[in-house]
């Protein structure tokens, strides 16, 4: 199994729905998680962080945590076409370095 | 404003001609690293640095070289580049040296070409 796997997409949602982008990781250690946007060819944008069980949420965002299941997802309420971008879930390993998963390719339609 | 920035942005270079791209961070941060970025491979770790004079190999170090003998700067060295490190590179920085356990802030990103 891999460290992090998403699916990679394309997600296709409605304007206004509520897109729901899943992460499964592998690491039971881990403690740190941590959802990035990516626009194309942009540099990737922290949007949450998330460290314990259970819901977080931030504006029209919630990360949720299981860690005895071994996934973090991210909810985006309200979804916007701005929202439209490539979606990170990463993973801190130990100290040292952040883990990436592949990304999933949310589309918002007007 | 608080920012990582990175120059070049864009490099078309030739096989075996040496370059760095600088990465400069404002935000005092304690932990740097670099990442190159393939489709199909995702964001992969190639050096990180916990503290100045401190820096230690990620996941796809070879063909590259780093330093930080300056708190605020973490340039990305390659000796002699090769095609197959034609990517796109992001500079990130993170106030706790353990910058792999918390939140890590990008650069702009520096899309290379090596023919």
């Known amino acids: 199994q891999k460290e992090v796997e998403q699916n990679s997409g394309p997600l296709s949602v409605p304007e206004g729905a509520i897109a729901s982008l899943n992460c499964t990781y592998s690491?039971?250690?881990?403690?740190?998680f941590f959802w990035y946007r990516q626009y194309s060819g942009k540099s990737p944008e922290l949007i949450m962080s998330i460290y314990s069980n259970g819901d977080k949420e931030d504006g029209r965002f919630t990360a949720q945590l299981n860690k005895a299941s071994q996934y973090v997802s991210l909810l985006i309420r309200d979804s916007q076409p701005s929202d439209s971008a490539t979606y990170l879930c990463a993973l801190g390993r130990g100290s040292e370095k952040l883990v990436f998963g592949k990304g999933t390719k949310l589309t918002v339609n007007p | 404003e608080a920012q990582v920035t990175q120059n070049p942005r864009y490099l078309i270079t030739v096989t075996g001609k040496k370059l760095t791209v600088t990465c400069s961070q404002n935000?005092?941060?304690?932990?740097m690293s670099w990442y190159r970025q393939d489709p199909g491979l995702g964001l992969r770790q190639i050096y990180y640095?916990?503290?100045?004079?401190?820096?230690d190999k990620g996941d796809v170090p070879e063909g590259y070289k780093v330093s930080r003998k300056e708190k605020r700067n973490f340039p990305l060295i390659l000796e002699s580049p090769s095609p197959n490190q034609t990517s796109l590179y992001f500079c990130?920085?993170?106030?706790?040296?353990?910058?792999?356990?918390?939140?890590?802030?990008f650069g702009p990103g520096t899309r290379l070409t090596v023919t």
């Open positions: 690491d039971r250690v881990s403690q740190s």
């Open positions: 990130a920085s993170s106030p706790e040296p353990s910058g792999g356990s918390y939140e890590q802030y």
């Open positions: 935000m005092n941060h304690e932990y």
């Open positions: 640095s916990m503290n100045v004079e401190v820096t």
